[in-house]
């Protein structure tokens, strides 16, 4: 499998304080990465990290497309649910619409293509029918599917997703591991989740950050002793 991102001997630090040390990790183009690790241990600085959306103190993140390097990939993301402002006035299509970011026309026109993409998202994520239903008026679990909506709209090459059942319901939960298992079929996926027993039926490989990453290439040769030793690290 052709390389996607790599981590190169990565650290991080806050106003001088560490966070991360000595990442390291190949991150393939198909690849279902599942990210475990204690609170505070590193998980969202690592998706800031590879993101693009923090410089790291040391080392390096490279991109790659068909096994050549490359500035930078397509890439979807959902971050952990936050203090969005639900008074501000957008709908639920012009969320959704917000992650073809740059690929909208120079009058910021959407092409008929385009609307029919945004069209088949807000299906796929079970909000079809509430497409001009303005933020303020959704439950916790309609925003979240909303913004699952919005990292998924613009075919990413990765798809990263922080803490993405929050909020959510039961039943859309158990169909959010089903569309990313669908995803994943086109594009890599990385899944940050609290949900350890969920991560590990889905994600193919594990990484577990706490201060660094410990990686298992294998989901299903997980054990509790190995969780247990890297969590309490």
């Known amino acids: 499998m052709n390389p996607l991102i790599t981590l190169e001997h990565l650290s991080a630090a806050y106003d001088g304080v560490p966070v991360l040390h000595d990442v390291c990790?190949?991150?393939?183009?198909?690849?279902?990465?599942g990210v475990i690790?204690?609170?505070?241990?590193?998980?969202?600085?690592?998706?800031?990290?590879?993101l693009g959306l923090m410089k790291p103190s040391s080392g390096a993140v490279r991109y790659f497309r068909d096994g050549e390097p490359v500035p930078s990939i397509r890439m979807g993301y959902l971050p952990q649910y936050s203090s969005i402002d639900r008074k501000f006035p957008i709908s639920v299509r012009e969320v959704v619409q917000s992650g073809l970011g740059s690929e909208v026309g120079i009058f910021g026109r959407y092409t008929s293509a385009q609307r029919d993409v945004v069209a088949q998202t807000i299906h796929r994520v079970g909000l079809e029918g509430l497409e001009h239903r303005s933020l303020g008026e959704l439950s916790g679990g309609q925003l979240q599917r909303?913004?699952?909506?919005?990292?998924?709209?613009?075919?990413?090459?990765?798809?990263?997703?922080?803490?993405?059942?929050?909020?959510?319901?039961?039943?859309?939960?158990?169909?959010l591991y089903e569309l990313l298992a669908e995803v994943n079929r086109q594009c890599a996926v990385i899944l940050v989740s609290h949900d350890i027993a969920s991560v590990l039926r889905s994600a193919s490989s594990i990484a577990c950050v706490n201060g660094t990453l410990h990686y298992q290439p294998s989901a299903s040769a997980v054990t509790t002793e190995w969780i247990g030793k890297h969590f309490e690290e």
């Open 25 to 33: 990790l190949t991150i393939g183009e198909r690849d279902f990465l």
């Open 146 to 175: 909303a913004l699952i909506g919005r990292a998924l709209v613009s075919k990413p090459d990765v798809v990263v997703l922080d803490e993405p059942t929050t909020y959510l319901d039961r039943h859309f939960e158990a169909g």
């Open 37 to 50: 690790g204690p609170n505070g241990g590193g998980k969202t600085t690592l998706m800031k990290l590879v």
